[in-house]
């Protein structure tokens, strides 16, 4: 049984367990529904709760509060079979009524996705893009220069370069928490003669020079040196974690312990 027909089977079992309790669901007000539906989780909701019966699926498809955080990842979808799930995201973003202030998705949003968030929304405040291969800088610029309220961003195995963080922090100011994560931190350290695998501290210093009310920051697999490192703790005063994991251009030593020390959290390696 492949992973999503073991998600479908856990998921079924758990719903039959919550219909055997032999009363009618049916008649549950619309405040507890919702607060039922808001521990379901998106996935769940969409995929089940509003096919239980017509009261449920009044709620699910009129009550926007349901969807002022859609979370998508995750879905149990294969990542060749994730586009799937682009359709069930644009319903649920519209269902939002304008209201979506938390998105994240895995494998599957696109340019044309969040070209359409971003048309529907202006308040978005959480933005999440785990492997994000299909994503365009552009298409982050853009969602970041039409969500100017967005307060934490985090953008794996997409498109990075110095002028989008540059972009990033100039158009959300109240960014707090931002993650840029380029490959597992548990892979070996790169070869110093690969060519490849040279040090660049660009997405480093467009943080540094924009980012300056950053209280969290993940920098996994990232090429920054001691000097990228040192212009991010001047360039963000009020950083309270920084996990840079995997960047093994960074040489720990005492003078990178003694400027981290005012850090409540410091992971490296």
């Not at 309790?21 to 995929?47: N, P, Y």
């Not at 973003?93 to 996705?113: C, H, K, Q, V």
Request: aromatic residues 8%; contains cysteine; charged residues 30%.
């Amino acid at each position: 049984m492949g992973k999503r027909g073991k998600y479908l089977k856990r998921n079924r079992r758990r719903w039959e367990e919550f219909f055997s309790l032999g009363r009618s669901w049916a008649e549950l007000k619309v405040d507890v529904l919702i607060l039922i539906f808001l521990k379901l989780g998106t996935m769940e909701v969409l995929r089940v709760a509003g096919s239980v019966c017509r009261s449920w699926r009044k709620v699910v498809k009129e009550e926007p509060i349901l969807w002022r955080r859609i979370n998508m990842r995750s879905h149990g979808y294969y990542r060749s079979d994730a586009f799937k799930l682009i359709d069930p995201a644009q319903l649920a973003i519209d269902r939002s009524g304008g209201r979506l202030e938390e998105f994240a998705a895995t494998y599957f949003a696109d340019d044309n996705l969040l070209r359409y968030l971003c048309d529907r929304t202006s308040v978005l405040k959480k933005l999440n893009l785990s492997s994000g291969g299909q994503l365009s800088a552009a298409a982050i610029a853009e969602i970041a220069k039409r969500q100017p309220l967005l307060e934490e961003i985090e953008i794996s195995f997409g498109p990075f370069s110095k002028k989008l963080t540059e972009i990033l922090g100039t158009a959300c100011p109240h960014l707090k928490s931002f993650r840029l994560i380029h490959t597992c931190y548990t892979m070996p350290p790169p070869d110093p003669d690969n060519e490849e695998e040279i040090s660049n501290d660009d997405e480093a210093l467009g943080i540094a020079k924009t980012m300056h009310q950053l209280r969290h920051l993940k920098l996994i697999g990232n090429r920054l040196t001691n000097e990228g490192l040192t212009a991010i703790l001047d360039g963000c005063p009020h950083l309270e974690t920084l996990d840079i994991r995997g960047c093994f251009k960074v040489n720990i030593d005492a003078d990178v312990y003694a400027r981290c020390a005012r850090l409540k959290i410091f992971w490296f390696r």
